[in-house]
């Protein structure tokens, strides 16, 4: 191998293993920001999955098993 090739080799390697790091469980919490979450409001996320679920029952939505499709069971 030439000098020249095996040193581009080594930046890309490097500059590919620069973001990949494991952050230990304990420590998520600090790197978690509440902007990134999908619903901030718990009250309405429940109300959009439990008329998901209804409308969806006789296929199992959200994984769970199949129902009548009334929502009297969510």
């Known amino acids: 191998m030439t000098p020249s ?3 581009l080799l080594l930046v890309t390697l490097a500059a590919t293993q620069v ?3 494991v952050v230990p469980q304990n420590r998520r919490r600090h790197l978690a920001d509440p ?3 999908m619903q901030d ?10 008329l998901y679920n209804s409308r969806e029952a006789s296929a199992g939505g959200n994984g769970r098993s199949a129902g ?3 929502a009297c069971g969510n």
């Open 19 to 21: 973001g990949c790091v």
């Open 5 to 7: 090739l095996l040193r």
């Open 35 to 37: 902007t990134m979450k």
């Open 68 to 70: 009548g499709g009334c």
């Open 41 to 50: 409001n718990a009250l309405e996320d429940r109300a959009r999955s439990k």
